[in-house]
């Protein structure tokens, strides 16, 4: 007999639980939010079964917490993600996400014209909403894309 009850994916005693994620976008997520780089403990979960979603992933980060904006931009990418702060193995904040106005400092624009190419930073892009599509329109060039071209710096 199948245990529904049981974990997949190791407890975490503090730290941020992203959850929801649709599948095979955790990568992205690790990767586009520079958290490979840090030193903490890093526990995810890819493809597992999801009742909402068929298969989800999951990224579990030890003593690292996001704040409210931080964790919204992750709505471009994962909109029905869920981000749990814990304490002492407890969930002691869920946070659904909202679609942000602004991305910083994280990706980088499309346009191999763009200044921000030039100066080899990231691009700041104001987020839009054009027929239930996500566009990043970058604050440089001034020019749209889908969000899915849109990669990191």
Same mark, same amino acid.
């Given at each position: ?12 005693? $503090? $730290? ?28 995810? $979960? ?58 910083? $400092? ?48």
């Amino acid at each position: 007999m199948p245990q529904y009850n049981k974990l997949q994916v190791e407890a975490i005693f $503090g $730290g941020t639980v992203i959850d929801h994620i649709p599948a095979q976008v955790g990568l992205k997520l690790l990767s586009l939010f520079k958290w490979l780089h840090t030193k903490e403990r890093i526990t995810m $979960g890819l493809n597992l079964p999801s009742n909402q979603q068929k298969k989800k992933d999951l990224i579990k980060l030890e003593n690292v917490l996001l704040n409210e904006d931080q964790a919204n931009q992750l709505s471009i990418y994962a909109p029905l993600a869920t981000v749990n702060q814990i304490k002492n193995y407890i969930v002691i904040k869920k946070q659904k996400l909202k679609l942000p106005k602004i991305i910083n $400092g994280i990706l980088s624009c499309p346009n191999e014209n763009c200044i921000s190419k030039v100066e080899l930073k990231a691009a700041d892009f104001i987020v839009k909403i054009k027929l239930n599509k996500i566009y990043l329109k970058c604050k440089y060039c001034e020019r749209d894309f889908d969000h899915k071209i849109v990669t990191k710096i």
